[in-house]
């Protein structure tokens, strides 16, 4: 902003879409840098870590991941990614569907276990490359 440019590569509609238009805005038009620690608190990035303590936190990150649901966290993310999109009442029927389908995939905990080991050993094959 400062040198008469824009945060142009998807940077004004990525920031609207994580902090919403008066930040974005108050960012954006001041042209204001954020150090990690500032980024953090307005929910611009997830978590801050010392470029030391950076794989361990992110390995961290992954077993804890791993060790949760599978079917879950897939039908979370199907809930946000399209009822994100939507009104309320539409947002709520995407919900309901996720809920309905998990409650029917109640009776397949080897699959999610399966699928969890599966993605333990690709981390584990990430990490130690």
């Known amino acids: 902003m400062r040198r008469g440019l824009i945060a142009a590569g998807g940077g004004t509609q990525r920031t609207v879409r994580l ?8 960012l954006s038009l001041r042209g204001l840098m954020l150090d990690a620690d500032r980024a953090e608190q307005i929910g611009l990035i ?20 791993l ?4 079917l879950t966290m897939a039908a979370i993310k199907r809930c946000i990614n399209e009822g ?3 009104d309320l009442a539409g947002g ?8 309905s389908a ?12 399966r699928l969890r080991r599966e993605a333990r050993a690709a981390v584990r094959r990430a990490v130690t490359r």
């Not at 998990?102 to 999610?112: A, D």
């Open 46 to 65: 997830t978590q801050a870590v010392d470029v030391g303590e950076l794989e361990a936190a992110t390995q961290a990150l992954a077993e804890e991941l």
């Open 67 to 70: 060790g949760l649901p599978t």
């Open 84 to 86: 994100g999109d939507l």
């Open 102 to 113: 998990l409650r029917r995939n109640r009776g397949h905990p080897r699959r999610s276990a």
């Open 92 to 99: 709520l029927a995407v919900e309901q569907r996720e809920m």
């Open 19 to 26: 902090l919403g238009r008066t930040r974005a805005l108050n």
